[in-house]
């Protein structure tokens, strides 16, 4: 007889088993959370725009300019009769796919070179922090939108340009990481066990030390946002027609005084929202770094 009750309750067990990790999730870091949620959700309906939306994001119809929101067009045509929910869908896959690839290139570049600055030191960390200070004096934006001018708009000149000034950022942050650990004779102990210098580098110490530039990506991505959208706004960015952000708002300005908003808040929206969502992710990620330090 005493057997069954426990049967009876193992589902339930089970199930609150099951719900601890999540239950622990909402109670001690809801920020990532709910920010993992709002990107989550950006990102898929970015991924799924073909299947939200039957309209092409590029395609005009000047018998249907500025129209409001209808069972056709979700959130109103804009001044070429394009469709604006088709565009901010397109867009969004536009914009974070190249903030996310001009967090990348950085990432890397930066992350290496910090691990290896912290690692060996002495000519080879002066000469790399020298040229760090050296760029870093400049304002992020004004030499960001300085080499974009130089560079062309486009694409690639983004990425070019971001690359150059973010690196810095995650060189520092590993660098500092490296030559902690370094101090613990971590790397001794390897180089005394016969490891090569390729080897302690990139297969023991940077794993070691990347979990903080990984939290500073997240952060890093919201500024790539704003700088593409700033970008194509002032007319330097993603080339037209390819839907982005910073382009609705630009096209939309002129209309703005004229009553017609959703133009530009539409897209200004969805930057701030998408730009909350990855700044909590970050917020959650260093919260749930120091708890399990």
């Not at 309750?9 to 959370?33: C, E, H, I, M, W």
């Not at 249907?64 to 929101?69: E, R």
């Amino acid at each position: 007889m005493s057997q069954t009750p426990m049967t009876a309750s193992t589902p339930a067990t089970a199930r609150a088993a099951a719900a601890g990790p999540f239950r622990r999730l909402v109670r001690d870091n809801p920020q990532l959370l709910f920010g993992t949620l709002i990107v989550g959700v950006i990102v898929l309906m970015a991924l799924a725009a073909p299947l939200l939306t039957r309209y092409d994001p590029t395609a005009q119809d000047f018998l249907s300019t500025l129209q409001g929101p209808s069972a056709d067009h979700l959130l109103g045509t804009d001044n070429l009769g394009r469709d604006i929910w088709a565009r901010l869908l397109y867009g969004a896959r536009t914009d974070l796919a190249l903030a996310s690839v001009a967090v990348l290139l950085p990432f890397v570049i930066g992350s290496t070179v910090g691990a290896l600055c912290g690692y060996f030191g002495g000519w080879f960390d002066t000469i790399i922090m020298r040229i760090a200070d050296t760029v870093v004096a400049f304002p992020f934006y004004v030499l960001v939108i300085s080499l974009v001018f130089i560079l062309g708009n486009g694409v690639s000149s983004i990425i070019v340009a971001i690359s150059i000034v973010s690196w810095i950022a995650y060189a520092r942050i590993i660098r500092a990481e490296a030559m902690v650990l370094s101090a613990t004779n971590f790397t001794d102990a390897l180089h005394v066990g016969g490891l090569g210098v390729p080897r302690i580098v990139f297969r023991h110490l940077m794993p070691n030390v990347l979990s903080q530039a990984i939290v500073y990506a997240m952060s890093d991505i919201v500024a790539n946002i704003g700088v593409i959208v700033t970008l194509s706004y002032f007319g330097l960015g993603v080339v037209p027609p390819t839907p982005d952000w910073g382009n609705m708002m630009s096209e939309g300005q002129p209309f703005f005084a004229g009553g017609t908003y959703s133009l530009m808040l539409i897209p200004a929206v969805a930057v701030v929202v998408t730009s909350y969502g990855l700044s909590l992710v970050g917020d959650g990620l260093a919260t749930a770094l120091r708890v399990k330090r």
